[in-house]
T-cell receptor, first 113, second 117 residues
Framework: DTAVSQTPKYLVTQMGNDKSIKCEQNLGHDTMYWYKQDSKKFLKIMFSYNNKELIINETVPNRFSPKSPDKAHLNLHINSLELGDSAVYFC????????????FGPGTRLLVL | AQKVTQAQTEISVVEKEDVTLDCVYETRDTTYYLFWYKQPPSGELVFLIRRNSFDEQNEISGRYSWNFQKSTSSFNFTITASQVVDSAVYFCALSEAIRGGADGLTFGKGTHLIIQP
């Protein structure tokens, strides 16, 4: 069974469009995260979400918004896509208070044309 | 604020050589976790190891070994008898325990390891 899954795996879209990336975890974790890996391979945290509360937001444009319908899901919505949004986005989850339990999803490669 | 430095951007060695990837970290927290991940060309993040700040024992797993030294804030990774399949980008990462680790992982910029046959 996949611990953290993301859909789609690849996403190609035009500038200005709105898109979503879905993330699901079946580990019973209570905290989920989104990371962005840019073209230089640099990985950086975007959001973490716990019990429907956004915990951090690291200087991410407000075009990006996480949406959590339940504890097992944290979807990433992106409005008005820009060329610079092209990247690989990784979802992760963990138990709050136990960062050593963090698991990563397989990543979603987003290309904005 | 926490910081992870991987000074080696790219390392190229010939197969069967030993290679060490350096990682230096900064944190004000007394409780923290250190990680190494491998990212092969296929793109997924493969977990290799995690250590907590209270466990300075070195660890060996097959051809892989890790040297954690709090005195120098380093967590170096050595591959013995390297193989072509070890070619990948390797990331060192840090998670502080403050706020329950909700700040996520802080990654270094990665070291691209190339093993030539």
């Amino acid at each position: 069974d996949t611990a953290v899954s993301q859909t789609p795996k690849y996403l190609v879209t035009q500038m200005g469009n709105d898109k979503s990336i879905k993330c699901e975890q079946n580990l019973g974790h209570d905290t989920m995260y989104w990371y962005k890996q840019d073209s230089k391979k640099f990985l950086k945290i975007m959001f973490s979400y716990n019990n429907k509360e956004l915990i951090i937001n690291e200087t991410v444009p407000n075009r990006f918004s996480p949406k959590s319908p339940d504890k097992a899901h944290l979807n990433l919505h992106i409005n008005s896509l820009e060329l610079g949004d092209s990247a690989v986005y990784f979802c992760a989850s963990s138990h709050l208070g136990r960062p050593e339990t963090q698991y990563f999803g397989p990543g979603t490669r987003l290309l904005v044309l | 604020a926490q910081k992870v430095t991987q000074a080696q951007t790219e390392i190229s060695v010939v197969e069967k050589e030993d290679v060490t990837l350096d990682c230096v970290y900064e944190t004000r927290d007394t409780t923290y976790y250190l990680f190494w991940y491998k990212q092969p060309p296929s793109g997924e993040l493969v977990f290799l190891i995690r250590r907590n700040s209270f466990d300075e024992q070195n660890e060996i797993s097959g051809r892989y070994s890790w040297n954690f030294q709090k005195s120098t804030s380093s967590f170096n990774f050595t591959i013995t008898a390297s193989q072509v399949v070890d070619s990948a980008v390797y990331f060192c990462a840090l998670s502080e325990a403050i706020r329950g680790g909700a700040d996520g992982l802080t990654f270094g910029k990665g070291t691209h390891l190339i093993i030539q046959p």
